[in-house]
């Protein structure tokens, strides 16, 4: 099973059946952390994982969730990162480098806002010095949705569609789950200059099309899909639209989530190289509320 698949196989899981995680399914997801992506070295990550969550759910309605509307699940991953962005945007992107290996074993995961930081981890009892920046839910989906969610949810007028750029193994006669728009690759994409709005052929000579088209699915902050992507001399900036609602740990996850997405799309369409996290900046101003947050070398 390749990566790319796992991707089109993601979405947030909400409803969790009431029973843990098998044992053999535990020990895959411990497995997982024997061999991390290299970087975790120096991000000053840790992932504390929380065995029974049903019974610590209920004390963290009101601090976690959206509203504080805690998704209750049988375990939970705490992440914790230390107090600056590329410890944030490493947490982002460990996290979601671990989902995408774990969704091998349809075990479902949502990314949870933690609201009151000190509350949560009083909460859990933990004496850590990093800041708890996100919960994980983990646990087995009560319900599963086919892939033919992502036609029901793709926009009227949208140009990449699932059709148009021929990808296969839908089964349409699934019932679609819940809707979820998702931006086209022509708005998250901009060659030159950030004002470009290119067309469908120029990304696809580029060969950015499928890596593009995968960012669909990455998972976001209130599915906001911040990310786009300035080509511009043999590098490819990311640059992410961040609100001030949006609180300034959720826009770095945010940022390391769509740069794991972004890389995993890339190396399958055949590009190697690298992300730098840090030490960024571009010539010309961007419009307010929209960041450089990442270069990719390659
Ligand atoms: C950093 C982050 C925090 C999130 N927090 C919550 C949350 O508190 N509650 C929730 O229901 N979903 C949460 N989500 C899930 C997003 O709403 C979801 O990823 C998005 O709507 C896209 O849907 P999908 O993951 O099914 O593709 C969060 C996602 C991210 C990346």
Redesign the pocket.
Same mark, same amino acid.
């Given at each position: 099973m390749n990566d790319m698949y796992l991707v089109e196989k993601?979405?947030?899981?909400?409803d969790f059946k009431h029973y843990p995680l098998t044992d053999e399914d535990k020990r895959y997801l411990d497995g997982l952390w024997e061999s991390p992506p290299d970087l975790i070295k120096t991000s000053g990550v840790e992932f504390k994982f929380i065995e029974d969550g049903f019974n610590l759910a209920p004390k963290l309605e009101g601090l $976690?969730? =959206?509203f504080g /509307?805690?998704?209750h699940a049988p375990h939970y991953y705490a992440v914790y990162a230390d107090a600056h962005d590329l410890s944030y945007k490493l947490a982002?992107y460990i996290g @979601?480098w671990f989902i995408l290996k774990a969704i091998k074993r349809d075990i479902g995961f949502?990314? /949870? @806002?933690v609201k009151e930081p000190e509350s949560v981890k009083v909460n859990l009892g933990h004496h850590s010095p990093k800041e708890i920046? $996100?919960?994980i839910a983990i646990g087995y989906p009560k319900r599963e949705f086919k892939q033919s969610t992502i036609y029901a949810s793709s926009r009227p007028g949208n140009l990449s569609t699932l059709t148009e750029l021929g990808y296969p193994n839908i089964d349409l006669q699934a019932d679609p789950g819940?809707a979820?728009a998702h931006k086209s690759i022509m708005e998250m994409t901009h060659f030159e200059s950030f004002d470009d709005v290119p067309s469908l052929n120029k990304i696809e000579q580029y060969g950015l099309n499928r890596p593009i088209f995968y960012m669909r =699915? $990455?998972?976001?902050?209130?599915?906001l899909?911040p990310w786009h992507f300035l080509i511009r001399s043999g590098n490819i900036y990311m640059i992410m639209h961040q609100p001030d609602f949006v609180p300034e740990s959720?826009k770095c996850?945010?940022a390391g989530?769509g740069m794991l997405y972004f890389e995993v799309g890339l190396n399958s369409s055949g590009f190697s190289g690298h992300w730098q996290f840090d030490n960024l900046s571009l010539p010309e101003a961007l419009p307010p509320n929209y960041k450089i947050v990442g270069k990719y070398h390659y």
């Open positions: 993601r979405h947030s899981t909400r $976690a969730g =959206y /509307i805690m998704i982002g @979601e949502c990314w /949870i @806002e920046v $996100a919960l819940p979820r =699915y $990455a998972p976001s902050y209130k599915n899909q959720i996850l945010d989530i």
